[in-house]
């Protein structure tokens, strides 16, 4: 019996030693897209070792921030230099495959 009130103890020694930094959580996205507009600043091809294919890094700017994206395959050619673009995509493990992108006229 000793030992059944003990593991309400052990539980709660765990949660009060994170000092209510405790966080539990998860992301999900499956088969979903995201969306990402700013101004292309660099396009950069990126290759990688056989078999898998080579990679698009691009780099956004916006609103005083900017980020760098890699997408599946060569694409370079679907993003201009500062011109601003809303890109459409779907998150993959090495790389992110495009579904759309729009250039701002």
Same mark, same amino acid.
């Given at each position: 019996?000793?030992?059944?009130? /003990?593991?309400?103890?052990?539980? /709660? @020694?765990?949660?009060? +030693?994170?000092?209510?930094?405790? #966080?539990? @959580?998860?992301?999900?996205?499956?088969?979903?897209?995201?969306?990402?507009?700013?101004?292309?600043? =660099?396009?950069?091809? $990126?290759?990688?070792?056989?078999?898998?294919?080579?990679? =698009?890094?691009?780099?956004?700017?916006?609103?005083?921030?900017? @980020? %760098?994206?890699? #997408?599946?395959?060569? $694409? $370079?050619?679907?993003?201009?230099?500062?011109?601003?673009?809303?890109? =459409? #995509?779907?998150? @993959?493990?090495?790389? +992110? %495959? /495009?579904?759309?992108?729009?250039?701002?006229?």
């Amino acid at each position: 019996m000793l030992r059944f009130r /003990l593991i309400p103890a052990v539980l /709660l @020694g765990c949660f009060l +030693s994170g000092c209510g930094a405790y #966080f539990v @959580g998860f992301v999900s996205n499956p088969g979903g897209t995201s969306t990402v507009v700013g101004i292309v600043t =660099t396009v950069e091809p $990126q290759p990688t070792g056989s078999p898998e294919p080579s990679l =698009t890094a691009v780099t956004f700017f916006d609103a005083g921030t900017s @980020g %760098t994206m890699n #997408f599946c395959g060569d $694409q $370079q050619s679907r993003f201009p230099l500062d011109r601003s673009v809303r890109v =459409t #995509f779907s998150v @993959g493990p090495n790389c +992110s %495959t /495009l579904v759309a992108v729009t250039i701002a006229s």
